[in-house]
T-cell receptor
Framework: GAVVSQHPSRVICKSGTSVKIECRSLDFQATTMFWYRQFPKQSLMLMAT?????????EQGVEKDKFLINHASLTLSTLTVTSAHPEDSSFYICSANTGGYGYTFGSGTRLTVV | GQSLEQPSEVTAVEGAIVQINCTYQ??????LSWYQQHDGGAPTFLSY????GLEETGRFSSFLSRSDSYGYLLLQELQMKDSASYFC???????????????FGQGTELSVKP
């Protein structure tokens, strides 16, 4: 089946630094990738939709300059958390539509900002 | 905007049947999905309803009534391993030929007791 590979699985960074998270579709082409953030015991909140070759579409309230999304190819989308702060510590997860109602998710990235 | 409501937690015993309800308000509704998520893991797909009625997949069934903006997930023959968070998610499509995006509910934490 369709697989999305997400790296890193865990990352610890210092406050003020930037962190890049990658999601690759391994056996299919993902023209669209979705990025979610999940705080403990809470829902998956859609942050943005990345589109290959064009600008990402951000959900209301999500800072575009803080969460930079790049979708440079049909198999790779990246999320960069810029100038990270402790409140950005969360579980970040990507997802791709595999056709119709099918969505496959990456394994997630646990970000801790110290 | 979109909003989904589901109970925050449910407790049941092994072998029992449990129903998790979900009500939603959204534009661009294109179907209701259910996902299971264990702590620290990625959501895994359980069931989808694009049309009214019941869908059955093994021990899991899902129901949708579009006129009532309501759906439920039914888990039968509960097992300890079913202890997890369960999310309903609406598939929202605004443009023709777009896969659409998933908007998740707050999640229901299911605890299965011996």
């Amino acid at each position: 089946g369709a697989v999305v590979s997400q790296h890193p699985s865990r990352v610890i960074c210092k406050s003020g630094t930037s962190v890049k998270i990658e999601c690759r579709s391994l056996d299919f082409q993902a023209t669209t990738m979705f990025w979610y953030r999940q705080f403990p015991k809470q829902s998956l909140m859609l942050m943005a939709t990345s589109n290959e070759g064009s600008k990402a579409t951000y959900e209301q309230g999500v800072e575009k300059d803080k969460f930079l999304i790049n979708h440079a190819s049909l198999t790779l989308s990246t999320l960069t958390v810029t100038s990270a702060h402790p409140e950005d510590s969360s579980f970040y997860i990507c997802s791709a539509n595999t056709g119709g109602y099918g969505y496959t998710f990456g394994s997630g990235t646990r970000l801790t900002v110290v | 905007g979109q909003s989904l409501e589901q109970p925050s937690e449910v407790t049941a015993v092994e072998g029992a049947i449990v129903q998790i309800n979900c009500t939603y308000q959204t534009s661009g509704f294109y179907g209701l999905s259910w996902y299971q998520q264990h702590d620290g893991g990625a959501p895994t797909f359980l069931s989808y309803n694009g049309l009214d009625g019941l869908e059955e997949t093994g021990r899991f069934s899902s129901f949708l009534s579009r006129s009532d903006s309501y759906g439920y997930l039914l888990l039968q023959e509960l097992q300890m391993k079913d202890s997890a968070s369960y999310f309903c998610a609406v598939r929202v499509v605004f443009l023709y030929n777009q896969g659409g995006k998933l908007i998740f509910g707050q999640g229901t934490e299911l605890s299965v007791k011996p």
